[in-house]
Each structure stands twice: as structure tokens, then as C-alpha cells.
């Protein structure tokens, strides 16, 4: 028996104990130990229908007072009504249960009812307003607000030349605000690492700089002259990163530094590392740098290669460099 129900036959066994005591010969005492088994009574009562009343009417809560002045003023009528309320409601809900999830065919779930508002721009559009800068508008450039990605930020850039002041100022804003809140997470963590981590906390701190420099390099935010000196600053934490414990991502960061600096070795080896933990996310995200690599080494077989062990991505430059690699670009177009 649960503790509720507990809680309820001891209510009713000093509901019991209180008539009882109606028929002793003193009124005094007989009034006295009524008022005083009731309000026990009443109290545990309302401890008990408390929860039930509260799950069903949410405005309900914070009404215990009402409920237990309700059963204590009423004493009869009180138990009877929230007794019947409660078995009323139970055997419903007994009812109406809801099937488990095994139970229901997928042919029962549909969409018809749901109205989904469509979007008035998508990731396409990006390309356009990169072709046609002075095409940005108010709308548009809101968009980029959405939109994290190393196009939109060039967009916003060139929408610092934008004739309108409502463009150019919400460009700065966005180019300003993704900046110092990536400067803001590296004050962050570099002061963690004053504090005495354990070798769990600092790896995740030191593996957190690395993505969050490469982020700075990967959006475009960082001046010419300072780009090396972020380059070696990602690299720093790379390799404080490898020292404690090999992760993929950190490989992958690594790659695409030296495929960015032009050093193919070294960036096909700690690609290579990443693609080694053999996760299907990782390998849509290796698998074009390696195939990049090979490109330029004039490796072509094996460019071919590796696009056949990607599986087929959403995204629109993998998809169809892997049909054009499988030559079926045509076919499927």
C-alpha cells in the first residue's frame, strides 16, 4: 500500500475515533476531543487529495488552506465529495490511458493537422546575396542573424558598404556580437585554467580553446595580421588536447589548419586520426578534406575511393561531389 492511501486510512480512522467521541456524556470533552481528532483528520485528508486536485486543476495549486477549510467546516459532505471526484476520475483515466508506444501503427501518425508556417528565405538564398551584395535589404540581413555560418558572416561583411544605416549597422552588430562572444568563452576558459583542474577538466577546457580559435579562423573574424598568431594558438591547444587523450574533432581541427596552410602531410595525417574512430557523422565530415588532399596530389583513384565509403550527405556540395565522383551527376540531375 502506497503512502498516499496510508495517509488516507489514517484519516479516516481518526474521522472514526472523532464521531466516537460525540457520544461521551461531557460536552466539554466530548467537543474537545471532536474538534481535535477532526482537525488531524481533516488535515490528513487534505494532505492526500491535495496532489490528486492540484494534477488535474493546475490553478488549483496553493488552495490547500481552501481544501482542508472545505473538508474540515464540512466533515461529511467534504470526505464524500472528494472521494467521489477522486474514484470518478481515476476510472476515467484507467480508461483514456494511453497505449504504449509499441501499440501504435505508424500509419495513426500524420501531419494533415499540423500547420507549418513556411520559411521566407532558406540557406540557397545565402549564394544569392553573395553574388548580389547590393541586393541586402532589412529582411535579409536579419536572416544572417540565423544563420552561423562563414557565408554569412562575408555577407555581413559586405553589407558594412550598404547605403542604408538600418543594414549597416545591424551587419556590425552581428559581425561585433559573434566576435566578442567567441573573445568572451576564450577569457572564459584561459582564466579556468589558473584554477588547479583535474586532467578531465582540463582536457575539456583545452579541446574547447582549440574549437573556439579555429571558430574565429572558420567564420573569418580575425585580421590578416593577427591570423597566424591564432593559427599557432589553435595548434597550442591542439596539442595539449593529443597530449592527454586523442578526440576526433581535435583532429579534424588540425587537418583542416595545415590543409589550410597548405601542408597536405601533415593535414592527411591527423585527418586520417579523425576518420580512425569510424563514426558515420565523422566520416561526412573527414571524408571531403581527405578527398580534397588526394585531389591535389593528383591521387584521383583514390579520390574516387573515398567518396564511395561516404554515405549520401543532405548537404548540397557533398551530395553531388559524390555523384560526380560515382559518375552519376548526370543520371541523377
Known sequence: MGSSYKTLVGSVILESMALGFLRVDNPYVAVFAFLFFHFI????????????VTSIYRRARGS???????????????????????????????????PSVSRIQVEEITMDNVRVRPRKFGEGVLQFFKREAHRIDERAVFLLKEMRTPVSIEIAKRALGNPKDEVRLTAFSIISHLEKEINDRISFLKSRLKEGLAEKELLEVYKKLALLYWELLYFGLVDKEL????????????KKVLELNGDPDVYLVAGRIFLRKGDYEKAFEYLSKALECNDVV????VIPYLAEIEFYRGNYENVKKLWEGIPLSLHPNVYFMK????GRLRNDT
Open 323 to 326: 555523384l560526380l565522383w560515382e
Open 41 to 52: 483528520a481533516s488535515l490528513l485528508f487534505s494532505v492526500f487529495i491535495y496532489p490528486f
Open 282 to 285: 565523422t566520416k561526412i565530415r
Open 227 to 238: 591570423e597566424n598568431f591564432v593559427v599557432e594558438e589553435t595548434l597550442f591547444y591542439v
Open 64 to 98: 490547500f488552506p481552501a481544501i482542508f477549510l472545505s473538508v474540515f467546516l464540512f466533515p461529511l459532505v467534504g470526505y464524500v465529495a472528494y472521494l467521489i471526484l477522486y474514484v470518478l476520475v481515476l476510472r476515467k483515466q484507467k480508461r483514456d490511458r494511453t
